[in-house]
Protein backbone atom coordinates (compact mmCIF):
# COMPACT_ATOMS: atom_id res chain seq x y z
CA UNK A 1 0.00 0.00 0.00
CA UNK A 2 3.12 2.17 0.55
CA UNK A 3 3.64 2.70 -3.32
CA UNK A 4 0.26 4.32 -3.34
CA UNK A 5 2.25 7.64 -2.52
CA UNK A 6 5.04 7.63 -5.04
CA UNK A 7 3.60 9.64 -7.55
CA UNK A 8 -0.50 11.21 -7.81
CA UNK A 9 -0.29 9.91 -11.00
CA UNK A 10 0.45 5.87 -10.17
CA UNK A 11 -1.48 5.77 -6.80
CA UNK A 12 -4.66 5.16 -8.80
CA UNK A 13 -2.95 2.40 -10.35
CA UNK A 14 -1.62 0.49 -7.25
CA UNK A 15 -4.89 1.41 -5.35
CA UNK A 16 -7.10 -0.88 -7.66
CA UNK A 17 -3.80 -3.39 -7.56
CA UNK A 18 -4.07 -3.48 -3.64
CA UNK A 19 -7.83 -3.62 -3.36
CA UNK A 20 -7.65 -6.99 -5.71
CA UNK A 21 -5.57 -8.28 -2.42
CA UNK A 22 -7.91 -7.35 0.26
CA UNK A 23 -8.69 -10.52 2.34
CA UNK A 24 -9.53 -9.39 5.83
CA UNK A 25 -11.51 -6.32 7.47
CA UNK A 26 -8.38 -5.22 8.30
CA UNK A 27 -7.13 -4.56 5.18
CA UNK A 28 -9.82 -3.17 3.87
CA UNK A 29 -9.82 -0.62 7.16
CA UNK A 30 -5.96 -0.24 5.90
CA UNK A 31 -7.41 0.61 2.37
CA UNK A 32 -9.22 3.29 3.46
CA UNK A 33 -6.83 4.75 5.77
CA UNK A 34 -4.23 4.92 3.11
CA UNK A 35 -6.77 6.80 0.44
CA UNK A 36 -7.76 8.91 3.01
CA UNK A 37 -3.89 10.00 4.09
CA UNK A 38 -3.04 10.19 -0.20
CA UNK A 39 -6.72 12.34 -0.47
CA UNK A 40 -5.23 14.48 2.37
CA UNK A 41 -1.71 14.91 1.21
CA UNK A 42 -2.99 15.77 -2.12
CA UNK A 43 -5.69 18.00 -0.89
CA UNK A 44 -8.86 16.22 -2.26
CA UNK A 45 -11.06 17.47 0.51
CA UNK A 46 -14.31 16.13 0.33
CA UNK A 47 -12.52 12.45 -0.54
CA UNK A 48 -10.66 12.65 2.26
CA UNK A 49 -13.69 13.21 4.63
CA UNK A 50 -15.28 10.28 2.81
CA UNK A 51 -12.84 8.06 2.85
CA UNK A 52 -11.90 9.20 6.44
CA UNK A 53 -15.03 8.36 7.85
CA UNK A 54 -14.98 4.54 6.67
CA UNK A 55 -11.43 4.06 7.68
CA UNK A 56 -12.53 5.58 11.33
CA UNK A 57 -15.08 3.41 11.54
CA UNK A 58 -13.43 0.15 10.55
CA UNK A 59 -10.54 1.14 12.75
CA UNK A 60 -12.53 1.57 16.05
CA UNK A 61 -14.82 -2.07 15.30
CA UNK A 62 -11.31 -3.98 15.19
CA UNK A 63 -9.93 -1.89 18.00
CA UNK A 64 -6.21 -0.43 16.01
CA UNK A 65 -6.82 3.00 17.65
CA UNK A 66 -3.92 3.90 16.59
CA UNK A 67 -4.75 4.10 12.97
CA UNK A 68 -8.24 5.05 14.07
CA UNK A 69 -6.33 8.65 16.07
CA UNK A 70 -3.84 8.47 12.83
CA UNK A 71 -7.73 9.24 10.73
CA UNK A 72 -9.06 11.81 12.78
CA UNK A 73 -5.83 13.82 12.36
CA UNK A 74 -6.23 14.03 8.66
CA UNK A 75 -9.89 14.54 8.40
CA UNK A 76 -9.11 17.01 11.09
CA UNK A 77 -6.64 19.12 8.48
CA UNK A 78 -8.98 18.83 5.84
CA UNK A 79 -11.77 20.35 7.91
CA UNK A 80 -9.85 23.56 8.98
CA UNK A 81 -8.83 23.91 5.46
CA UNK A 82 -12.45 24.16 4.68
CA UNK A 83 -13.01 26.50 7.92
CA UNK A 84 -15.09 23.91 9.17
CA UNK A 85 -13.41 24.48 13.06
CA UNK A 86 -16.16 22.92 14.96
CA UNK A 87 -16.11 19.60 13.09
CA UNK A 88 -12.29 19.69 13.43
CA UNK A 89 -12.12 20.21 17.16
CA UNK A 90 -15.07 17.92 17.42
CA UNK A 91 -12.41 14.88 16.31
CA UNK A 92 -9.40 16.23 17.97
CA UNK A 93 -10.96 15.98 21.66
CA UNK A 94 -12.71 12.81 20.87
CA UNK A 95 -8.84 11.76 19.66
CA UNK A 96 -8.01 13.32 22.78
CA UNK A 97 -10.18 10.98 25.14
CA UNK A 98 -9.42 7.71 22.86
CA UNK A 99 -5.54 8.70 23.51
CA UNK A 100 -5.89 8.95 27.34
CA UNK A 101 -7.78 5.79 27.09
CA UNK A 102 -5.42 3.87 25.33
CA UNK A 103 -2.29 5.85 27.40
CA UNK A 104 -0.86 6.88 23.57
CA UNK A 105 1.71 9.54 24.59
CA UNK A 106 2.09 10.61 21.21
CA UNK A 107 -1.69 11.24 20.42
CA UNK A 108 -2.14 12.95 23.97
CA UNK A 109 0.72 15.66 22.94
CA UNK A 110 -0.32 16.22 19.13
CA UNK A 111 -4.06 16.39 19.82
CA UNK A 112 -3.72 19.70 22.31
CA UNK A 113 -1.65 21.37 19.43
CA UNK A 114 -3.90 20.08 16.92
CA UNK A 115 -6.62 21.88 18.83
CA UNK A 116 -4.16 24.97 19.70
CA UNK A 117 -4.27 25.59 16.18
CA UNK A 118 -8.22 25.22 15.06
CA UNK A 119 -8.74 27.64 18.22
CA UNK A 120 -5.53 30.00 16.43
CA UNK A 121 -8.09 30.06 12.82
CA UNK A 122 -11.42 30.57 14.83
CA UNK A 123 -9.47 33.60 16.55
CA UNK A 124 -10.30 31.66 20.06
CA UNK A 125 -6.48 32.79 21.04
CA UNK A 126 -6.54 32.45 24.79
CA UNK A 127 -7.73 28.89 24.30
CA UNK A 128 -5.11 28.41 21.65
CA UNK A 129 -2.51 29.18 24.03
CA UNK A 130 -3.98 27.34 26.86
CA UNK A 131 -3.77 23.66 24.82
CA UNK A 132 -0.82 24.50 23.02
CA UNK A 133 0.99 24.86 26.41
CA UNK A 134 -0.48 21.51 27.80
CA UNK A 135 0.72 19.92 24.38
CA UNK A 136 4.43 21.57 25.10
CA UNK A 137 3.91 20.29 28.69
CA UNK A 138 3.14 16.70 27.09
CA UNK A 139 6.36 16.79 24.99
CA UNK A 140 8.79 18.22 27.52
CA UNK A 141 7.43 15.31 29.78
CA UNK A 142 7.08 12.50 26.87
CA UNK A 143 10.46 10.83 26.73
CA UNK A 144 9.42 9.47 23.08
CA UNK A 145 8.63 13.00 22.27
CA UNK A 146 11.54 14.64 19.07
CA UNK A 147 12.86 17.85 18.99
CA UNK A 148 9.98 18.68 16.46
CA UNK A 149 7.76 17.89 18.55
CA UNK A 150 8.50 20.37 20.69
CA UNK A 151 9.22 22.92 18.61
CA UNK A 152 5.42 22.05 16.78
CA UNK A 153 4.05 22.78 20.09
CA UNK A 154 5.86 25.81 20.74
CA UNK A 155 5.15 26.98 17.41
CA UNK A 156 1.56 26.71 18.23
CA UNK A 157 1.58 29.08 21.58
CA UNK A 158 3.75 31.49 19.17
CA UNK A 159 0.99 32.22 16.74
CA UNK A 160 -2.01 32.60 19.04
CA UNK A 161 -0.03 35.32 21.28
CA UNK A 162 1.11 36.82 17.79
CA UNK A 163 -2.57 37.73 16.53
CA UNK A 164 -4.11 38.16 20.24
CA UNK A 165 -1.39 41.26 19.75
CA UNK A 166 1.26 40.10 22.19
CA UNK A 167 4.17 40.23 20.19
CA UNK A 168 7.15 39.93 23.15
CA UNK A 169 5.45 36.87 24.39
CA UNK A 170 5.10 35.47 20.50
CA UNK A 171 8.37 35.70 19.77
CA UNK A 172 9.79 34.37 22.97
CA UNK A 173 8.18 31.32 21.61
CA UNK A 174 9.22 31.67 18.31
CA UNK A 175 13.09 32.10 19.28
CA UNK A 176 12.63 29.18 21.53
CA UNK A 177 12.18 27.03 18.79
CA UNK A 178 16.21 27.30 17.73
CA UNK A 179 16.87 26.22 21.31
CA UNK A 180 15.76 22.49 20.13
CA UNK A 181 16.05 23.06 16.40
CA UNK A 182 19.44 23.25 15.42
CA UNK A 183 22.06 23.83 12.11
CA UNK A 184 20.70 21.74 9.06
CA UNK A 185 17.48 20.49 11.15
CA UNK A 186 16.51 24.33 10.56
CA UNK A 187 15.32 23.58 6.83
CA UNK A 188 12.42 21.33 8.52
CA UNK A 189 11.17 24.65 10.49
CA UNK A 190 10.89 27.19 7.71
CA UNK A 191 7.64 28.25 9.19
CA UNK A 192 9.11 29.43 12.16
CA UNK A 193 10.89 31.98 9.59
CA UNK A 194 7.60 33.17 8.41
CA UNK A 195 5.76 33.26 12.13
CA UNK A 196 8.93 35.44 13.17
CA UNK A 197 8.83 37.52 9.98
CA UNK A 198 5.36 37.57 10.53
CA UNK A 199 5.26 39.66 14.15
CA UNK A 200 8.03 41.60 13.37
CA UNK A 201 5.93 42.71 10.70
CA UNK A 202 2.91 43.71 12.80
CA UNK A 203 5.84 45.54 14.93
CA UNK A 204 6.06 47.49 11.37
CA UNK A 205 10.02 46.22 12.02
CA UNK A 206 9.35 46.03 7.71
CA UNK A 207 12.96 45.34 6.82
CA UNK A 208 13.44 42.46 9.49
CA UNK A 209 10.85 40.99 8.87
CA UNK A 210 11.36 40.98 5.14
CA UNK A 211 14.94 39.00 5.68
CA UNK A 212 13.07 36.26 7.75
CA UNK A 213 10.15 35.48 5.26
CA UNK A 214 12.91 35.76 2.53
CA UNK A 215 14.95 32.74 4.24
CA UNK A 216 11.31 31.18 5.04
CA UNK A 217 10.59 31.23 1.16
CA UNK A 218 14.01 29.55 0.28
CA UNK A 219 13.78 27.02 2.62
CA UNK A 220 10.52 26.30 1.22
CA UNK A 221 12.29 25.57 -1.66
CA UNK A 222 14.66 23.30 -0.43
CA UNK A 223 12.38 21.55 2.08
CA UNK A 224 9.84 20.39 -0.65
CA UNK A 225 12.20 20.11 -3.54
CA UNK A 226 10.06 21.18 -6.07
CA UNK A 227 7.25 19.33 -5.23
CA UNK A 228 4.47 21.89 -4.97
CA UNK A 229 1.56 20.37 -2.43
CA UNK A 230 -1.02 21.64 -0.46
CA UNK A 231 1.41 22.29 2.35
CA UNK A 232 3.83 24.04 0.13
CA UNK A 233 0.97 26.24 -1.29
CA UNK A 234 -0.34 27.08 1.92
CA UNK A 235 3.25 28.63 3.49
CA UNK A 236 3.83 30.37 0.53
CA UNK A 237 0.30 32.04 0.64
CA UNK A 238 1.40 33.44 4.14
CA UNK A 239 4.92 34.25 2.92
CA UNK A 240 3.89 36.53 0.17
CA UNK A 241 1.08 37.86 1.51
CA UNK A 242 3.32 38.56 4.14
CA UNK A 243 5.83 40.59 1.73
CA UNK A 244 3.55 42.37 -0.03
CA UNK A 245 1.88 43.85 3.03
CA UNK A 246 5.66 44.84 3.63
CA UNK A 247 6.31 46.36 0.34
CA UNK A 248 2.93 48.33 0.07
CA UNK A 249 3.32 49.59 3.79
CA UNK A 250 7.32 51.31 2.34
CA UNK A 251 5.03 52.69 -0.53
CA UNK A 252 6.58 50.84 -3.22
CA UNK A 253 2.55 49.59 -4.47
CA UNK A 254 3.48 48.18 -7.83
CA UNK A 255 5.48 45.48 -6.26
CA UNK A 256 2.71 44.99 -3.67
CA UNK A 257 0.68 44.44 -6.72
CA UNK A 258 2.55 41.71 -7.62
CA UNK A 259 3.17 39.51 -4.44
CA UNK A 260 -0.48 39.67 -4.09
CA UNK A 261 -0.93 37.99 -7.51
CA UNK A 262 1.84 35.75 -5.66
CA UNK A 263 -0.08 35.47 -2.93
CA UNK A 264 -3.28 34.91 -4.47
CA UNK A 265 -2.17 32.18 -6.81
CA UNK A 266 -0.99 29.82 -3.38
CA UNK A 267 -3.70 30.42 -1.40
CA UNK A 268 -5.75 29.88 -4.05
CA UNK A 269 -4.37 26.41 -4.80
CA UNK A 270 -3.97 25.75 -0.80
CA UNK A 271 -7.85 25.42 -1.04
CA UNK A 272 -7.47 27.02 2.84
CA UNK A 273 -10.37 29.15 4.05
CA UNK A 274 -7.83 30.67 6.10
CA UNK A 275 -5.51 31.53 3.74
CA UNK A 276 -8.37 33.14 0.95
CA UNK A 277 -9.80 34.98 3.72
CA UNK A 278 -6.37 36.44 4.86
CA UNK A 279 -5.77 37.73 1.25
CA UNK A 280 -8.91 39.35 1.19
CA UNK A 281 -8.17 40.99 3.90
CA UNK A 282 -4.88 42.31 3.22
CA UNK A 283 -5.78 43.48 -0.35
CA UNK A 284 -8.90 45.53 0.98
CA UNK A 285 -6.17 47.29 3.73
CA UNK A 286 -4.32 47.86 0.45
CA UNK A 287 -6.79 49.13 -1.49
CA UNK A 288 -8.32 51.13 1.62
CA UNK A 289 -4.44 52.59 2.07
CA UNK A 290 -4.62 53.87 -1.75
CA UNK A 291 -7.82 55.70 -1.12
CA UNK A 292 -9.20 52.65 -3.96
CA UNK A 293 -12.60 52.96 -1.96
CA UNK A 294 -14.23 50.41 -5.19
CA UNK A 295 -11.45 48.09 -5.14
CA UNK A 296 -11.41 47.98 -1.52
CA UNK A 297 -15.27 47.38 -1.15
CA UNK A 298 -14.70 44.50 -3.15
CA UNK A 299 -12.29 42.95 -1.11
CA UNK A 300 -13.80 43.78 2.22
CA UNK A 301 -16.76 41.34 0.59
CA UNK A 302 -15.20 38.18 -0.29
CA UNK A 303 -13.40 38.87 2.81
CA UNK A 304 -16.30 39.26 5.00
CA UNK A 305 -18.41 36.22 3.31
CA UNK A 306 -15.54 33.94 4.35
CA UNK A 307 -15.33 35.13 7.82
CA UNK A 308 -19.11 34.72 7.94
CA UNK A 309 -18.88 31.34 6.60
CA UNK A 310 -16.69 30.49 9.48
CA UNK A 311 -17.68 32.18 12.56
CA UNK A 312 -20.86 31.17 12.95
CA UNK A 313 -22.67 31.80 16.41
CA UNK A 314 -23.48 27.85 16.45
CA UNK A 315 -20.44 26.89 16.03
CA UNK A 316 -18.68 29.07 18.63
CA UNK A 317 -21.13 27.77 20.62
CA UNK A 318 -20.19 24.18 19.68
CA UNK A 319 -16.67 24.84 20.31
CA UNK A 320 -17.36 25.48 24.12
CA UNK A 321 -20.08 22.76 23.88
CA UNK A 322 -17.33 20.28 22.87
CA UNK A 323 -14.67 21.50 25.21
CA UNK A 324 -17.30 21.41 28.25
CA UNK A 325 -17.99 17.73 27.18
CA UNK A 326 -14.63 16.44 26.91
CA UNK A 327 -14.06 18.24 30.39
CA UNK A 328 -17.17 16.73 32.15
CA UNK A 329 -15.97 12.71 30.58
CA UNK A 330 -12.64 13.11 32.07
CA UNK A 331 -13.80 14.37 35.76
CA UNK A 332 -16.72 11.62 35.28
CA UNK A 333 -14.10 9.08 34.73
CA UNK A 334 -11.44 10.14 37.91
CA UNK A 335 -14.54 10.10 39.78
CA UNK A 336 -15.56 6.75 38.67
CA UNK A 337 -11.89 6.20 38.97
CA UNK A 338 -11.80 7.13 42.56
CA UNK A 339 -15.29 5.41 43.66
CA UNK A 340 -13.69 2.26 42.01
CA UNK A 341 -10.77 2.50 44.38
CA UNK A 342 -12.62 2.93 47.16
CA UNK A 343 -14.81 -0.12 46.46
CA UNK A 344 -11.46 -2.14 46.25
CA UNK A 345 -10.30 -1.07 49.69
CA UNK A 346 -13.45 -1.88 51.25
CA UNK A 347 -13.59 -4.93 50.08
CA UNK A 348 -10.07 -6.15 50.64
CA UNK A 349 -10.64 -4.72 54.20
CA UNK A 350 -13.84 -6.75 54.41
CA UNK A 351 -11.93 -9.79 53.26
CA UNK A 352 -9.57 -9.51 55.25
CA UNK A 353 -11.96 -9.59 58.15
CA UNK A 354 -13.67 -12.60 56.81
CA UNK A 355 -10.54 -14.60 56.38
CA UNK A 356 -9.94 -14.12 59.79
CA UNK A 357 -13.47 -15.41 61.07
CA UNK A 358 -12.85 -17.98 58.47
CA UNK A 359 -9.23 -19.17 59.77
CA UNK A 360 -11.25 -20.64 63.20
CA UNK A 361 -13.47 -22.55 61.42
CA UNK A 362 -13.34 -26.22 59.67
CA UNK A 363 -12.32 -26.63 55.95
CA UNK A 364 -15.70 -27.33 55.22
CA UNK A 365 -16.77 -23.99 56.95
CA UNK A 366 -14.18 -22.19 54.75
CA UNK A 367 -15.22 -23.38 51.15
CA UNK A 368 -18.93 -22.77 52.58
CA UNK A 369 -18.37 -19.73 53.93
CA UNK A 370 -15.89 -18.36 50.98
CA UNK A 371 -18.71 -19.31 48.83
CA UNK A 372 -21.34 -17.54 50.11
CA UNK A 373 -18.79 -14.71 50.19
CA UNK A 374 -17.89 -14.60 46.71
CA UNK A 375 -21.46 -14.29 45.67
CA UNK A 376 -22.76 -11.95 47.78
CA UNK A 377 -19.85 -9.61 46.72
CA UNK A 378 -20.65 -11.17 42.90
CA UNK A 379 -24.13 -9.86 43.30
CA UNK A 380 -23.77 -6.75 45.35
CA UNK A 381 -21.18 -5.09 42.45
CA UNK A 382 -23.55 -5.95 39.96
CA UNK A 383 -26.16 -3.91 41.87
CA UNK A 384 -23.99 -1.13 42.64
CA UNK A 385 -22.81 -1.05 38.71
CA UNK A 386 -26.30 -0.69 38.42
CA UNK A 387 -27.10 2.14 41.18
CA UNK A 388 -24.36 3.81 39.65
CA UNK A 389 -25.63 3.50 35.94
CA UNK A 390 -29.05 5.26 37.17
CA UNK A 391 -27.34 7.72 39.68
CA UNK A 392 -25.54 9.13 36.51
CA UNK A 393 -28.22 9.19 34.28
CA UNK A 394 -30.78 11.44 36.71
CA UNK A 395 -27.99 13.44 38.72
CA UNK A 396 -28.53 16.40 35.88
CA UNK A 397 -31.93 16.62 37.13
CA UNK A 398 -31.44 16.40 40.89
CA UNK A 399 -28.49 18.69 40.45
CA UNK A 400 -30.87 21.45 39.02
CA UNK A 401 -33.51 20.88 41.46
CA UNK A 402 -31.46 20.98 44.70
CA UNK A 403 -30.06 24.38 43.12
CA UNK A 404 -33.43 25.69 43.11
CA UNK A 405 -33.94 24.93 46.55
CA UNK A 406 -30.97 26.27 47.83
CA UNK A 407 -31.43 29.20 46.61
CA UNK A 408 -34.91 29.77 48.21
CA UNK A 409 -33.77 28.69 50.97
CA UNK A 410 -30.87 30.77 51.76
CA UNK A 411 -33.54 33.95 50.40
CA UNK A 412 -36.23 32.34 53.49
CA UNK A 413 -33.03 32.98 56.05
CA UNK A 414 -31.66 35.93 55.02
CA UNK A 415 -35.12 37.75 54.82
CA UNK A 416 -36.23 35.65 58.30
CA UNK A 417 -33.02 36.09 60.29
CA UNK A 418 -30.74 39.09 59.06
CA UNK A 419 -33.62 40.74 57.55
CA UNK A 420 -35.70 40.36 61.54
CA UNK A 421 -32.56 41.35 63.01
CA UNK A 422 -31.80 44.75 60.82
CA UNK A 423 -35.50 45.52 61.61
CA UNK A 424 -34.64 44.96 65.10
CA UNK A 425 -31.89 47.17 65.47
CA UNK A 426 -33.49 49.93 63.24
CA UNK A 427 -36.48 49.92 65.66
CA UNK A 428 -34.04 50.23 68.78
CA UNK A 429 -31.93 52.98 67.30
CA UNK A 430 -35.09 54.72 66.94
CA UNK A 431 -36.98 54.02 70.80
CA UNK A 432 -33.62 55.19 71.89
CA UNK A 433 -33.64 58.27 70.43
CA UNK A 434 -37.40 58.57 71.38
CA UNK A 435 -36.97 57.58 74.78
CA UNK A 436 -34.43 59.46 75.77
CA UNK A 437 -33.83 63.56 75.75
CA UNK A 438 -30.03 62.83 73.90
CA UNK A 439 -28.02 66.19 74.47
CA UNK A 440 -25.11 64.85 72.79
CA UNK A 441 -25.43 65.99 69.11
CA UNK A 442 -22.60 63.50 68.24
CA UNK A 443 -24.74 60.72 69.49
CA UNK A 444 -27.44 61.37 68.14
CA UNK A 445 -26.18 62.07 64.76
CA UNK A 446 -24.31 58.53 65.28
CA UNK A 447 -27.48 56.78 66.22
CA UNK A 448 -29.13 58.96 63.10
CA UNK A 449 -26.22 57.30 60.63
CA UNK A 450 -26.69 53.88 62.35
CA UNK A 451 -30.34 53.58 61.26
CA UNK A 452 -30.14 55.08 58.24
CA UNK A 453 -27.35 52.55 57.59
CA UNK A 454 -29.43 49.53 58.63
CA UNK A 455 -32.45 50.52 56.14
CA UNK A 456 -30.03 50.85 53.77
CA UNK A 457 -29.03 47.32 54.48
CA UNK A 458 -32.96 46.32 54.18
CA UNK A 459 -33.37 47.91 51.08
CA UNK A 460 -29.93 45.83 49.69
CA UNK A 461 -30.85 42.23 50.51
CA UNK A 462 -34.69 43.15 49.52
CA UNK A 463 -32.81 43.63 46.20
CA UNK A 464 -30.76 40.36 46.88
CA UNK A 465 -33.74 38.67 47.77
CA UNK A 466 -35.59 39.37 44.59
CA UNK A 467 -32.93 38.54 42.11
CA UNK A 468 -32.22 35.15 44.06
CA UNK A 469 -35.89 33.82 43.66
CA UNK A 470 -35.68 34.32 40.09
CA UNK A 471 -33.80 32.36 37.81
CA UNK A 472 -33.77 35.30 34.99
CA UNK A 473 -34.76 39.42 35.28
CA UNK A 474 -36.10 40.87 32.07
CA UNK A 475 -35.60 44.95 31.86
CA UNK A 476 -39.10 45.19 32.74
CA UNK A 477 -38.26 43.42 36.14
CA UNK A 478 -35.86 46.33 36.54
CA UNK A 479 -37.88 48.54 35.34
CA UNK A 480 -40.37 48.39 38.33
CA UNK A 481 -36.83 47.87 40.64
CA UNK A 482 -35.19 51.37 39.39
CA UNK A 483 -38.56 52.93 39.27
CA UNK A 484 -39.00 52.65 43.26
CA UNK A 485 -35.40 53.28 43.69
CA UNK A 486 -36.09 56.84 41.90
CA UNK A 487 -39.10 57.07 44.00
CA UNK A 488 -36.96 56.59 47.32
CA UNK A 489 -34.41 59.22 46.18
CA UNK A 490 -36.97 61.57 45.29
CA UNK A 491 -38.20 62.15 48.54
CA UNK A 492 -34.67 62.47 49.49
CA UNK A 493 -33.82 65.13 46.94
CA UNK A 494 -36.84 66.97 46.07
CA UNK A 495 -34.87 69.62 44.49
CA UNK A 496 -33.75 67.08 41.62
CA UNK A 497 -35.85 66.19 38.81
CA UNK A 498 -35.48 62.74 37.28
CA UNK A 499 -36.56 61.46 34.04
CA UNK A 500 -36.63 57.46 33.08
CA UNK A 501 -37.04 56.60 29.50
CA UNK A 502 -36.81 52.79 28.63
CA UNK A 503 -37.70 51.51 24.79
CA UNK A 504 -40.74 49.02 24.68
CA UNK A 505 -39.09 47.25 22.39
CA UNK A 506 -36.39 46.31 25.36
CA UNK A 507 -38.55 44.81 28.04
CA UNK A 508 -39.27 41.13 27.18
CA UNK A 509 -35.05 40.80 27.51
CA UNK A 510 -33.74 38.52 29.78
CA UNK A 511 -30.51 38.05 31.62
CA UNK A 512 -29.47 35.59 34.54
CA UNK A 513 -30.37 36.94 38.30
CA UNK A 514 -26.88 37.57 39.04
CA UNK A 515 -25.95 39.69 35.36
CA UNK A 516 -29.39 41.41 36.04
CA UNK A 517 -28.54 42.50 39.60
CA UNK A 518 -25.01 43.38 38.36
CA UNK A 519 -26.98 45.90 35.86
CA UNK A 520 -29.39 47.55 38.95
CA UNK A 521 -26.29 47.90 41.26
CA UNK A 522 -24.29 49.65 38.63
CA UNK A 523 -27.24 51.94 37.69
CA UNK A 524 -28.05 52.76 41.03
CA UNK A 525 -24.37 53.35 41.59
CA UNK A 526 -24.38 55.71 39.04
CA UNK A 527 -27.74 57.85 40.25
CA UNK A 528 -26.17 57.82 43.60
CA UNK A 529 -23.02 59.37 42.58
CA UNK A 530 -24.97 62.33 40.82
CA UNK A 531 -27.34 63.11 43.96
CA UNK A 532 -23.87 63.08 46.65
CA UNK A 533 -21.75 64.63 44.33
CA UNK A 534 -22.79 66.42 41.73
CA UNK A 535 -24.97 69.15 42.99
CA UNK A 536 -27.20 67.95 39.69
CA UNK A 537 -31.16 69.71 39.29
CA UNK A 538 -31.76 67.08 36.73
CA UNK A 539 -30.92 63.44 36.65
CA UNK A 540 -31.73 61.27 33.08
CA UNK A 541 -31.51 57.71 32.55
CA UNK A 542 -32.45 56.15 29.50
CA UNK A 543 -32.20 52.47 28.32
CA UNK A 544 -32.64 51.88 24.27
CA UNK A 545 -31.21 49.72 21.88
CA UNK A 546 -28.44 50.77 19.95
CA UNK A 547 -28.16 48.45 16.85
CA UNK A 548 -26.96 44.96 17.92
CA UNK A 549 -26.35 46.35 21.71
CA UNK A 550 -28.09 47.99 24.13
CA UNK A 551 -27.06 51.62 25.17
CA UNK A 552 -27.62 52.49 28.77
CA UNK A 553 -27.32 56.21 29.96
CA UNK A 554 -27.42 57.90 33.30
CA UNK A 555 -26.94 61.66 32.61
CA UNK A 556 -26.59 64.58 34.67
CA UNK A 557 -26.43 68.39 34.65
CA UNK A 558 -24.06 69.17 37.37
CA UNK A 559 -20.66 70.56 38.22
CA UNK A 560 -18.69 67.70 36.43
CA UNK A 561 -14.94 67.01 36.74
CA UNK A 562 -11.65 66.22 34.76
CA UNK A 563 -11.87 62.73 34.15
CA UNK A 564 -7.94 62.84 33.04
CA UNK A 565 -6.74 64.00 37.06
CA UNK A 566 -9.53 62.90 39.23
CA UNK A 567 -8.59 59.92 41.07
CA UNK A 568 -11.41 57.35 40.56
CA UNK A 569 -12.55 55.69 43.54
CA UNK A 570 -13.18 51.62 44.75
CA UNK A 571 -17.23 52.84 43.37
CA UNK A 572 -16.51 53.38 39.74
CA UNK A 573 -13.61 50.39 39.65
CA UNK A 574 -16.69 48.33 40.97
CA UNK A 575 -19.14 49.42 38.40
CA UNK A 576 -16.97 48.44 35.74
CA UNK A 577 -16.23 45.16 37.14
CA UNK A 578 -20.04 44.54 37.14
CA UNK A 579 -20.97 45.37 33.54
CA UNK A 580 -17.30 43.52 32.46
CA UNK A 581 -18.95 40.06 33.82
CA UNK A 582 -22.14 40.58 32.14
CA UNK A 583 -20.07 41.26 28.59
CA UNK A 584 -20.78 44.49 28.39
CA UNK A 585 -18.53 48.12 28.38
CA UNK A 586 -19.03 51.26 30.84
CA UNK A 587 -17.46 54.62 29.66
CA UNK A 588 -17.46 57.93 31.97
CA UNK A 589 -18.15 61.33 29.89
CA UNK A 590 -17.64 64.95 31.93
CA UNK A 591 -16.67 68.44 31.76
CA UNK A 592 -16.54 70.63 34.08
CA UNK A 593 -19.61 72.48 34.77
CA UNK A 594 -21.36 70.27 32.14
CA UNK A 595 -22.29 67.40 33.72
CA UNK A 596 -21.41 63.55 33.50
CA UNK A 597 -22.90 60.66 31.33
CA UNK A 598 -22.32 57.15 32.69
CA UNK A 599 -22.31 55.13 29.03
CA UNK A 600 -23.07 51.56 29.80
CA UNK A 601 -23.01 49.02 26.54
CA UNK A 602 -24.65 45.79 27.06
CA UNK A 603 -24.96 43.25 24.28
CA UNK A 604 -28.50 42.70 23.11
CA UNK A 605 -30.07 39.10 24.18
CA UNK A 606 -31.79 39.04 20.78
CA UNK A 607 -29.32 39.30 18.08
Not at 104 to 130: L, R, S, T
Not at 282 to 300: G, M, V
Not at 344 to 359: F, G, M, P, T, W
Not at 433 to 456: C, E, G, P, R, V
Request: net charge positive.
Amino acid sequence: MVKAFMSQDSSDYYFKKAKKSIKTKADLAEYYFCKNARCTDYNVQDSSIYYGKIAAKMFLEIKEFNKYLYVLSNMGKTYIKQGRYDKAIEGYFTGMRVAEREKNEYWMQAFPQCIAIAYHDFEEYNKGVEYGKKALNRALTNKKATKFDIASSLNAIAINFDDWKKPDSALYYHFKVFKYIKGADTLKVGNTYNNIGNTLLKLKRFKESEKWINLAIKIAKIQYNGIADSHYYYENATNYNNLATIAYELKDYHKAEILFDSSYFYASRSESVEKLRDYYYSRYLFNKKRNNIAKALTFQEEYLKLRDSIFKKDRDANFGQLEAKYQNEKKEKELLKSKTKILEKENEIRSKNIQAIILAGVILGILIVSYLIYYRQKLKNKQQQQEFELKSAITKIETQNKLQEQRLQISRDLHDNIGSQLTFIISSVDNIKYAFDLQNAKLDTKLSTISTFAKSTIIELRDTIWAMNKSEISFEDLQSRIHNFIDKAKEAKEEIQFHFEIDSDLKNIAFTSLEGMNIYRTIQEAINNSIKYADASQIQLKIVPNGDSIAISVEDNGKGFDTENAALGNGIANMKKRITDVGGTLEIHSEIDKGTTVAITLPNQKT
